[in-house]
């Protein structure tokens, strides 16, 4: 009995360790910020809010949507995380989810997967999404080790080059543009077949929560254990904090490098996945905007514990419905979110100094 | 390729390139000093809004200029605590930060100007000099500039100076290779590097104006469009030395010129893959096409005195 | 030595009570004792003593927690190093601060004017000063083409072209060849003659016989004794810095502070001529050129028996890094071939190296040898995971107790074996490390370099007693240090290096000393 007592106590010291109060703190102190914001820019808060908390849990569907895009950020902040014990900085999210959904809408429209059984019709473009975003991070990985390439400018080329990548696709009727009838039609590709679209978990559209959701969290999982109880989490954890002495105890620094980037870009791409083949259905030019950045927020708020990426991820995915619908019904622009992120990230980067310690 | 053709693509490279050639300057500064300033994309946004919105309000885009520099201060002086006072992360911070001002530019343009405005503001005007502008052909199209370039230039060929010649120059390459250094020799190196990100601040809003008083004069949202983080590819590029980083620079300017040049030409390419350029050419060129980079060899670390 | 009629004079710098805690660990503990002008101070004490936290206390690069400090009269309280330069004292840390490609007058302009550099004036400056002292200094040579010896030259020229009324130096000999050792020496007592009084930090009991006007000894943070005819008192000076006796001291240990007893273990014995049908080691023709095409390592060959430790001496940077760097699978050699036994291991990476039965203990514990942040566990473990591993999973309790058993049988002090490996102290550590290497499940050959740097008198004991140990059990043994003392009281046979190749071998006997130290400048024997 006193067992579980003391474990349970232990676990609570766990949650509530300085780190996690400060990144509390950060949300709440930049959150208040926000309200002063949107105060001073003449908008009635009440309003604001109201609409807000609308955008967020007022309807189921507003409930399923901001679940929905908390499942693409807390990939790449788990991605991040996964990097960040090797000590790298994956900056490339939106370029890799870019990626992962190009490739699983060239793969639905195109790869003739519709008529398969069993499940391969969405799987497959899955499976395309994420290797399309574990080759591109892959890139900045080689990099890294041939030329000793800073993978913060590497992984943020490749995702400005993804960007304008994706503008092509869904400008170019060679491409993924959907066949132009007119001058007038609108430069995004067609529609994703039926059988290609992620099954929804209660099969109503009023609700849409797709299976990504149990998928993430089961990686989510998966991420945790293998970081913190496998010799392979063990194994990155040396190689970054100590590159050189890893090495001389006979890990390899390749290796470990190339695995944790392509494991980042395997998850941001298959966030893509999931917005294209769970709530989008139709690429459209920009369709990553802001995705990237957020899950690297979430990532550093998170401060290395994927549970952490969880819940900042559920923050930023709900704060990003309630800003849009705060946009739209409040005048309230979505930059404010952008606002207040930044001064998470900065604010937390600074208070480092005085918790002591624990690597962003 | 006509002369003319020629004259305009060359003159579009160096005007393409003098926002990235002034941030590149100041970024080079402030990670020889030893640090590593992902904030320069932040920076130049704060430049190019502050510029455009001062020019708007007084209706003089010179006041405009001196209004952005001062703007940039506190930025730059935030970007400077976090890196050496507090020790942060200085990649996370930069990020952060880049963040931060694209919220706040968007937000601040939106509640003055009304969303998808394209209000005209007051612009810096161009300028020749003497004899040059006077060439057949290329005088006009090359030389005919606004007159911020040839200011920077100056500031650029000054900053290559001071680094060489001056005891300052001597510092600042000691406080990015062995900052112990420069502390056991009595001098501060918290003070250096501020001062290199500070100028590094001012470089960058200069590049911001550019972009906004200077050559389109307007402002739009996020238009620095990554060019902070092309200005440093160019310094990697550059091996940290100032006459690599300018020619760098050039390169990317003409990538990007070519964006506008090559249709001319009768040459069809997608459009995307001519903006894509000089990131891919950036990439290239960090990726060691340049041969193995050799950083400072502090950049990046905050000094503790032990 | 000092005019007995000056007996007036007011102290230079005095301390009182001076404490220094970092965290949990008192570096120094109510210290007091007085500099006067003109003499050269000697502060005797073992590695860890507080002895280079005195130094950084007066150079003001820390400040004391508790005490006071007066300079020349007045209160003396810097807070940082250009206080203390300001003050007129000046320093030569033992880790030198030079920017590497940079020219040395650049590093001595460093800090010293602002506005335009005038190099040619700072180097004639240079030169004068270096010649009135004896040396030859290029002003225009990049650091890194620089020797040990030379760099540290330019530290000292640094500090005295500031005309210092204090001139203190941090271990200044650790790095230099016995030539120059009395050379340096030597400018210590004409800097001390010119009226600037020279503290010199030092372990070596030979350097206090020949240099000191007085002394003050440190042990365990505290002073614990003091000298004014060192020279008369130098038995007991031991016994403070020691608690015990040179004599009671182990012949390693002992040359650990620069004390080797004429006639060691092997004097008499000669040099194995019988070769054993299968020698352990065979390094034939290495040669190690750098990125730059400079030749670091050039054609060197040796052979090790089994048993057998052979020591490589030589001031650092004539190629020993290079050397351990290739042995231990961490770089790639341009020529030559390396041969375990039968098994050629040449182009082996570490893990194979590992696997091969070779351990080392690399010279740079912090960067190649450990990974502070982690576990102490973990770190004596960290090459051989796989052995606590299921489906991948790291068998946690077994590696806890595999690691208490380690850390008890090489005294390994630590609260558990689960606090972080920077909590221990450098000896502890370096134990660790040496237990992780010792104990490969077949080790045939073990590389150490300069396995005990900045190790106290104990803590040296014990790490020689494990590798004699490791020999009784038949392995072949590599011992570089620039430590000669060290060498000739535990190798068998020693080679030299200079300039990446091998001047000459003999027996670690004390009589080849000097053969061997001129072998070390490079003079061909």
């Known amino acids: 009995m006193t067992d579980t007592m003391a474990s349970v106590t232990k676990s609570l010291h766990g949650v509530l360790r300085p780190s996690v109060m400060i990144s509390v703190a950060a949300v709440l102190a930049a959150a208040l910020l926000g309200v002063a914001l949107i105060f001073a820019m003449g908008v009635s808060v009440l309003d604001a809010v109201a609409a807000f908390v609308d955008g967020t849990i007022g309807t189921p569907y507003a409930v399923a949507a901001s679940i929905n895009r908390s499942i693409a950020f807390a990939l790449v902040g788990i991605g991040f995380v996964i990097g960040n014990r090797a000590n790298l900085v994956n900056v490339g999210g939106e370029g890799q989810i870019a990626m992962g959904g190009i490739a699983a809408t060239a793969v639905a429209l195109y790869g003739h997967v519709a008529g398969l059984p069993a499940g391969l019709p969405f799987l497959i473009p899955l499976l395309a999404a994420a290797i399309a975003g574990l080759l591109w991070a892959s890139v900045a990985g080689v990099l890294k080790i041939k030329a000793g390439t800073n993978e913060v400018i590497s992984t943020l080329l490749l995702s400005f080059i993804a960007v304008w990548f994706l503008y092509w696709c869904v400008q170019s009727p060679e491409l993924l543009r959907k066949p132009m009838t007119s001058s007038a039609t609108l430069p995004e590709s067609l529609e994703i077949p039926d059988p290609t679209k992620l099954p929804l978990l209660t099969g109503d559209y009023s609700f849409p929560l797709h299976i990504g959701l149990p998928v993430t969290v089961i990686i989510a999982i998966i991420a945790a254990i293998v970081l913190a109880k496998t010799v392979f989490g063990l194994q990155l954890r040396a190689v970054g904090f100590n590159p050189i002495a890893a090495s001389r105890a006979g890990i390899s620094y390749s290796r470990m490098v190339l695995v944790s980037l392509a494991a980042a870009g395997a998850l941001g791409g298959l966030a893509g996945g999931f917005m294209l083949l769970g709530d989008q259905y139709v690429l459209k030019d920009g369709f990553s905007s802001g995705y990237g950045f957020d899950g690297l927020v979430a990532g550093l708020l998170a401060r290395g514990s994927v549970m952490g990426v969880i819940a900042a991820a559920l923050l930023f995915g709900f704060l990003r419905s309630g800003g849009i619908n705060m946009e739209m019904v409040a005048g309230v622009p979505t930059a404010l979110v952008m606002v207040i992120q930044g001064l998470i990230v900065v604010t937390l980067a600074g208070a480092a100094f005085f918790i002591g310690g624990r690597r962003t | 390729m006509t002369l003319d053709l020629l004259a305009v693509f060359i003159g579009s490279s160096l005007r393409l390139a003098v926002p990235l050639l002034l941030a590149g300057t100041g970024e080079l500064v402030s990670e020889r000093a030893g640090v590593l300033n992902m904030s320069i994309e932040g920076m130049m946004l704060t430049g190019a809004f502050a510029a455009a919105v001062g020019a708007w309000a007084t209706g003089s885009p010179l006041l405009g200029l001196l209004i952005c520099v001062i703007a940039v201060f506190p930025v730059a002086l935030l970007q400077a605590v976090l890196s050496n006072t507090l020790r942060a992360n200085q990649i996370v911070t930069g990020i952060g930060i880049n963040i931060l001002v694209l919220g706040a530019t968007t937000l601040a343009y939106r509640e003055i100007f009304g969303a998808r405005s394209r209000e005209q503001i007051p612009g810096l005007s161009k300028w020749s000099p003497p004899l040059l502008g006077d060439i057949p052909i290329f005088g006009e199209a090359v030389f005919h500039q606004v007159w911020l370039l040839y200011a920077g230039l100056a500031i650029i060929v000054l900053t290559a100076l001071v680094l060489r010649y001056t005891s300052i120059g001597i510092v600042i390459h000691a406080a990015g290779a062995e900052p112990r250094a420069v502390d056991k020799s009595g001098v501060s190196v918290p003070w250096v590097r501020y001062l290199g990100v500070i100028f590094a601040g001012f470089m960058s809003a200069l590049a911001g104006a550019f972009l906004s008083i200077g050559d389109i004069h307007t402002f739009t949202e996020g238009m620095t469009r990554g060019a902070g983080y092309l200005a440093i590819a160019g310094v990697i590029f550059g091996k940290w030395t100032v006459g690599g980083t300018v020619l760098a620079c050039l390169l990317f300017g003409a990538a990007t010129a070519l964006q506008f040049q090559l249709p001319t030409l009768g040459i069809d390419v997608p459009n995307a893959l001519l903006i894509m350029l000089p990131y891919l050419l950036a990439l290239l060129a960090v990726g060691g096409l340049a041969g193995r980079q050799t950083a400072p060899r502090a950049l990046g670390v905050p000094y503790l005195r032990r | ?525």
């Open chain 3, 1 to 525: 030595m000092r005019d007995p009629t000056r007996t007036l004079v007011e102290p230079l710098l005095v301390l009182q009570g001076v404490t220094k805690r970092f965290d949990s660990l008192v570096a120094l503990s109510d210290a007091s004792l007085d500099i006067m002008p003109g003499e050269v101070h000697c502060i005797l004490g073992e590695n860890g003593a507080g002895k280079s936290t005195l130094c950084n206390l007066i150079f003001g690069v820390h400040v004391p927690d508790d005490g006071a400090m007066r300079f020349r009269g007045e209160s003396y309280r810097p807070s940082g190093p250009s206080d203390a330069l300001t003050s007129g004292i000046a320093m030569v840390h033992q880790h030198f601060s030079l920017v590497h490609d940079m020219t040395v007058v650049d590093n001595v302009i460093l800090g010293q004017q602002s506005g335009f550099v005038k190099t040619g004036v700072w180097a004639r400056r240079l030169e004068r000063l270096a010649n009135d002292y004896g040396f030859a200094l290029d002003p225009y040579a990049k650091i890194e083409d620089l020797s040990v010896g030379e760099r540290q030259r330019v530290e000292i020229v640094k500090c005295l072209i500031r005309e210092p009324r204090l001139f203190l130096l941090d271990e200044p000999t650790a790095v230099l060849l016995p030539d120059e050792i009395a050379a340096l020496l030597n400018v210590c007592r004409r800097v001390a003659e010119s009226g600037c009084a020279v503290v010199l930090v030092t372990h070596k009991l030979a350097e206090i016989k020949k240099a000191a006007d007085r002394v003050t000894v440190l042990r365990g943070g505290r002073v614990v004794a003091r000298s004014d005819r060192p020279a008369e008192e130098i038995d007991a000076l031991v016994r403070a810095m020691i608690q015990g006796d040179v004599k009671s001291l182990d012949k390693s240990a002992a040359s650990a502070l620069g004390v080797v007893e004429a006639g060691s273990d092997h004097a008499g014995q000669p040099a194995p001529t019988e070769t054993p049908a299968q020698e352990a080691v065979q390094i034939d023709g290495l040669s190690v050129i750098d990125g730059q095409g400079v030749t670091r390592l050039d054609n060197f060959t040796l052979s090790i028996g089994p048993g057998e430790i052979v020591g490589v001496a030589g001031v650092e940077g004539n190629g020993q890094s290079e050397l351990a760097a290739v042995l231990s699978g961490m770089a790639v050699s341009s020529r030559g071939r390396i041969f375990l036994g039968d098994i050629e291991t040449t182009h082996l990476g570490p893990k194979e190296i590992t696997a091969a039965g070779i351990g080392v203990v690399p010279e740079d514990r912090h960067t190649v040898g450990c990974v502070v942040e982690m576990s102490v566990a973990e770190n004596m473990f960290l090459n051989r995971l796989e052995d606590f591993t299921s489906f991948g999973f790291l068998r946690r309790k077994e590696l806890m107790q595999a690691a208490r058993e380690l850390m008890t049988r090489f005294d390994v002090r630590a609260v558990s074996p689960e606090v972080a490996f920077s909590a221990l102290s450098g000896g502890n550590q370096q134990k660790a490390v040496l237990a992780r290497e010792i104990t490969l499940p077949k080790l045939l050959f073990l590389l150490a370099a300069q396995p005990t740097r900045g190790l106290d008198v104990g803590a040296v004991a014990a790490v020689y007693g494990h590798i004699r140990a490791a020999c009784q059990d038949g392995a072949a043994v590599l011992l570089i240090s620039s430590e000669l003392d060290e060498l000739i009281a535990v190798a068998d046979r020693i080679v030299v290096l200079y300039r990446g190749r091998i001047m000459g071998s003999c027996a670690a006997d004390p009589r080849e000393r000097e053969r061997i130290g001129a072998m070390m400048a490079g003079q061909a024997p």
